[in-house]
């Protein structure tokens, strides 16, 4: 077989695949809430076509979307994906599976003013943290693994970033959605505040795109060789990671787009901190993680990167 | 999908099947953790994979069967003896710590009514020295991952009977940082200088600079050359990185040249040729040896030619500076024939035995 038609025949069982996962997700929601109205069968991966930066993008529907429609898939995704691997795309966010550590390869979201505004309708107290059944039991972390391990069950996707819905928001409790963090004075303070950080930036830009995820950074030892290293923990050996990224894209109202990165280490951090300091070249993280975020932006079209002109 | 239900169903029995009675979540008043911990053990903190409805259900039984327990243990008819309010505090803690994982709102809504009932009854002892000073208040950000700073921390809870949090200073204190902080971000705009190309990486960048080396340190030259222009950190276009590694090794050749055929050489600078020779060629084995392969066998027929025995037995034979082959480069294996007959010149013989089997 030609390396050619090799390449098309994966490109066709990604596609299939993820369309496979997404179906099994649509019909397990489905039986769960009972309301059979009008889900479509959607593709988990939309065709390239539609996520082009190129393409017209629907404007936002004045129904909130509570499924993975192509045109929310599309917008969250607008600048393109980082990487391929085992993408489920949820309500509001989208997510790409590392199966070997049991946590997310990164997290896609979209936030507007709107999406992130207190909404009474929605309250992260009748969340649960629970295991991702779309995930296949081999590679699936599960609340066990991380009882008394010492870390919490860190989100990628924040709760607080989608509050359009409550569906939105539970959905970012999948355990797929987690990774292992420390509570205090990191998950629940320092994170926290590049959280909100965050969410801040939607009361001056009118679009706000992030990317996070995990990190394993080398370091050197005694011996002067250098090494990655870090903990897995639980049955199912979900790895710890020793740095967590945000990579931020926010879009002005004259268009403009301003990027902002960030590598925090997942270690108890001083509240006295503030976050700038945490602020690295978007190139490090690229480096790092073997991504490529927003890669459909010339970063010399970029109008500042950390605050920074270009 | 079938597959799959199928090994829910599976593990659900195994959760399940344990010597105590399925839906008895009986905690008794004798030694109530530990009835408590065995069905945590058994019926919640499973490590096969059980559907989380009938797990959250499994703790909600569990956590309704100890709150009647702390309370019959604590306010029950006559015996509020010291030995059940240990009891009461051991099962508070020890539940308040899974409600923290596992459910929370339960916990914070039914510790307010415990501590009303506690103020009611005046166990002022079991107040202060248990729910304040172990901070058995609900469950927030300080003790569990279902919440965060932005959340309200339970001041309120702990200010009673003359009593306020004891978190209550800390609070303070960090808020004032986070003002400070948040003010930082506002002015914050330090400017880092992006990494500017220092004069050695434009060099190997454009591959354009100049490789001459000397005959009074040749060897410290070539390393300095291939240091600076060669092992950067920066990625440079194959075409140029090959073209200096070129310029460099012909350098290299050029000096080992002079040094051996301008006149007569002194023992020095033999030395300082087979020196050099020996560096070249642990890099030419590795950027590509066919330059080194050709070249060597007329550096050799040269110093035949010059009759300068003593080079040929004591430095290019002994110490092993023929072509590059399997011995010493990547670029070859076993398959490759050894370079037996360079050395078979003036009665010597390689240093290596042939190791083809056949």
């Known amino acids: 077989m030609s390396s050619q038609r090799v390449g098309s025949v994966l490109a066709l069982g990604a596609t299939a695949l993820g369309a496979f996962y997404l179906g099994t997700h649509v019909e397990r929601e489905r039986r769960n809430d009972g309301s059979t109205s009008s889900l479509p069968r959607l593709p988990g991966l939309p065709t390239f076509g539609t996520v082009s930066a190129a393409s017209l993008i629907p404007a936002q529907e004045a129904n909130v979307s509570l499924a993975a429609t192509p045109s929310r898939i599309g917008q969250i995704m607008k600048f393109g994906f980082p990487g391929l691997d085992h993408v489920r795309s949820h309500s509001d966010y989208v997510l790409s599976y590392d199966r070997r550590n049991r946590v997310p390869h990164w997290v896609f979201e979209h936030l507007t003013a709107e999406s992130v505004a207190k909404n009474d309708a929605v309250d992260r107290a009748k969340c649960d943290f629970k295991q991702d059944e779309s995930i296949h039991p081999f590679f699936r972390s599960q609340n066990t693994d991380y009882r008394r391990s010492g870390y919490d069950r860190g989100h990628m996707a924040a709760a607080g970033n989608h509050r359009l819905h409550q569906k939105h928001c539970d959905e970012t409790f999948y355990l797929s959605n987690m990774a292992p963090q420390v509570g205090q004075g990191f998950n629940r303070d320092a994170w926290n505040t590049l959280e909100t950080h965050v969410r801040k930036l939607t009361k001056n830009y009118s679009n706000v795109y992030v990317c996070t995820g995990p990190l394993y950074l080398p370091h050197k030892e005694d011996d002067g060789k250098t090494y990655v290293k870090y903990e897995v923990i639980g049955a199912n050996t979900v790895a710890v990671p020793t740095h967590f990224y945000k990579v931020i894209v926010s879009e002005s109202a004259d268009h403009k787009l301003h990027m902002e990165s960030y590598v925090m280490p997942n270690q108890v951090i001083s509240n006295d901190t503030p976050i700038s300091v945490f602020q690295v070249p978007p190139e490090s993280v690229e480096r790092s993680a073997g991504l490529l975020f927003f890669d459909q932006i010339n970063r010399k079209q970029l109008a500042t990167i950390n605050g920074k002109k270009i | ?358």
């Open chain 2, 1 to 358: 999908m079938s597959k799959r239900k199928a090994e829910d169903e599976q593990s659900d029995k195994m959760a399940t099947a344990e010597k105590v009675p399925q839906n008895d979540y009986t905690i008794g008043l004798e030694d109530p953790i530990k009835d408590y911990q065995k069905l945590i053990e058994t019926r919640v903190q499973v490590d096969e994979i059980v559907d989380d409805d009938v797990t959250k259900e499994n703790f909600n039984r569990t956590a309704a069967s100890a709150r009647d327990v702390i309370w019959q243990l604590l306010f029950g008819e006559g015996n509020t003896s010291q030995s059940n309010i240990e009891k009461a505090t051991q099962l508070l803690e020890e539940y308040r710590g899974d409600a923290c994982f596992y459910s929370p709102t339960p916990y914070n809504e039914w510790i307010v009514k415990l501590r009303d009932e506690v103020l009611k009854k005046e166990l002022l002892d079991f107040w202060r020295e248990v729910l304040l000073k172990k901070q058995l208040g609900p469950c927030w950000s300080r003790d569990s991952d279902l919440y965060d700073s932005d959340d309200t921390p339970p001041l309120e809870f702990y200010a009673h009977a003359g009593c306020t949090a004891p978190f209550a200073a800390s609070l303070k204190v960090r808020a004032v940082l986070e003002d400070q902080a948040s003010q930082d971000q506002e002015g914050n705009a330090v400017p880092t200088t992006p990494g500017e190309l220092s004069a050695d990486d434009a060099a190997a960048l454009s591959g354009e600079f100049e490789a001459l080396l000397t005959k009074e340190r040749p060897l410290e030259e070539y390393r300095s050359l291939m240091k600076r222009f060669v092992l950067t950190k920066i990625i440079v276009p194959d075409n140029i990185h090959q073209a200096s590694v070129k310029k460099v090794a012909a350098a290299a050749r050029d000096i080992i040249w002079k040094l051996l055929f301008d006149g007569t050489p002194s023992s020095e600078n033999q030395d300082k040729a087979a020196e050099l020779l020996q560096e070249y060629k642990g890099d030419a084995g590795f950027y590509g040896p066919a330059d080194y392969n050709e070249w060597i066998v007329k550096l050799r027929d040269e110093v035949i030619n010059k009759e300068l025995i003593n080079f040929w037995r004591e430095k290019m034979v002994k110490l092993e500076l023929g072509p590059c082959c399997s011995r010493d480069s990547d670029y070859f294996d076993y398959e490759d024939p050894l370079p037996l007959d360079f050395y078979e010149k003036a009665g010597c013989k390689a240093p290596f035995e042939d190791s083809t089997d056949d």
